[in-house]
């Protein structure tokens, strides 16, 4: 009896092992076949910025070099101090740094105003407003591209950043929708409360939707900052004197009709590169809820 | 003075609520009311009249009717390069896109570990900004000699010419549009994580295996996605512009085979200072984007499932 009750339980659970043990293996296979596609797609997607990080501490002689070189010996460290004088580049990132936070700021202030107006104040033109802001994301930036050139040629705007900066203070329609559906999100009741004591629409704005608001409105200062960090046909349309380049038009100097300076090129792309890599790495969770937020009408 | 303050202040007290919910709705959306009518309908309307004259940006424009329509399609072989190269674009890089970003997305919502990691890896791109990127590329796809002819010289051959002749340059590019899918993998995988499970459960009693499931219970709830990263899509490629113009300064090189529509357009707006002809040019892509657009939201009813019911 004894002996039967302390062989039984064993049994049992050599059973259950056993099932556990299969579908253990199953597990550990299907996980296997998912890294085994997913490792190379990563290998394939790091590749540009691999090669790019691996040229930038590269001697001159090794770019070409078969079979070629990923980790460089020695590293040219030189290459980065010597990107940096070989053009202006601290004037082009402070050029480029300053469009951004104007844009940045004006964007914000703006869109979020509009949404606001559009979210939580009940007038009889939000909904004809709203269309009208969804269509222009249907809008081929082309159509409007000339003649806001006149426009601002006229106003004497043309080679100044203003062109690059002034429109973004009236609001951007992305920005606007992402965040109207956020501040949908906030129950009515808080406004209803306190417009009954009396608050004004801009305190209620102020300090009740706001504070509240403030990943949405991350959202929102990162996705601009960064547009505006990787703006080409911008500057290529309005900045002609060099002084005024922001950085994506100044990285051509390293290129001359003799060629590029590929080891230069690359240490200036990895440090235009790196300041958004780490503001992704660190932000990442308002970086995903933000592009699921864009997708959440679809 | 003082009078008008305190009547004023009465009458505002008077006022309706709704009418305050008007003044007040208008307010806070004047900004970008403004913003509408300067930097969206104005020049719209404006694009519209440039595209029926003669303008170079300087003189007054010379009213021309429908002559820059008539030249596009008549005799400007350049504008039907364009065209074709930018179809082309489109019709390949769509799908691959799509079909990529959705198998990643589906790899990376298994409960695997690092998916962090492999998410922010498949991101990188999206963030390297264009210039770098695409001198990047250019110098990896340097034929016979940089990185991606490595494979090809392991077998003694000399590997594609890549981005150097016509009937290469157009598959590269759309091989190299498919690098920047980070953002729509994270649309994807946001859906995929939306799936509710109970569905799977139903399916698993029903003794669904991994196929049927994934055809009749994921593909379906996804549709959504697919539907706004088309739409997104088929504008984002009929504007494909900085990539091909940084690699090529907008030349077309090869043989007019990297020459997309919204570079033709650019250079015939800021290169030969043609306003009007560009103007003509917007506005046909304008009409064709709203034609595409209208047909994929016409034909949503018929594939596109919705989980609340209703759209």
Known sequence: MAVESRQLPPTLADGQSKRLLIKRVKGAVRSVLIHAGL???????????????STSLKPDVQFYSYPPVLIPSPLQWSNFPDAVTYITFFLYMRNTLTIAVLATVGVLLSSSLVAYSLARI??????????????????????????????????????????????HWFGGALYIFLLRQFFMTIPMELSEAARIDGASEFKIYYSILLPLSKPALATVAIFEFIARWRDYIGPLIYLSDQELYTLSLGIYEYQSQYGAEWGLLMAASVMITLPIILLFFFLQKIFVQGIALTGIKG | MATTVVTEGLQRRRLSQGTRHTINGLLFASPWIFGLLAFWIYPTLASAYYSFTKYNGVRDPVWTGIANYVELFTSDGEFLDAVYNTVYFAVVSIPLAIIFAFGLALMLNAKIRAQVVYRTIYFLPTLVPEVALALVWVFIFTP???????????????????????????????????????????????????????????ADVDGANFFTKFLNVTVPILTPVIFFHLVTS????????????IMTGGTGFPANSTLFYSIYLYKNAFHYLEMGYASAMAWLLFMFTLFVTLFIWRSARWWVFYAGGEE
């Open chain 2, 234 to 245: 088929v504008i984002g490629a009929l504007n494909f512009f900085a990539i091909p113009y």
């Open chain 1, 122 to 167: 009940p007038w009889a033109g939000r909904h004809i407003l709203f269309i009208l802001t969804l269509a222009t994301l249907m809008l081929p930036f082309q159509v409007t591209m000339i003649p806001l050139f006149i426009v601002f040629k006229n106003f004497g705007w043309v080679n100044s950043w203003l062109p690059l900066i002034v429109p």
């Open chain 1, 39 to 53: 490792i190379p797609a990563a290998f394939i997607f790091l590749l540009p910025f691999m090669w790019m990080l």
């Open chain 2, 144 to 202: 016979h000699s940089g990185l991606i002819a490595a494979p090809f010289r392991a077998f003694g051959s000399r590997g594609p010419c890549w981005l150097t002749c016509a009937e290469w340059a157009r598959p590269t590019l759309v091989l190299l549009a498919l690098w920047i899918i980070g953002q729509q993998i994270i649309l994807y995988l946001a859906g995929l994580q939306d799936v509710p499970q109970d569905l799977y459960d139903a």
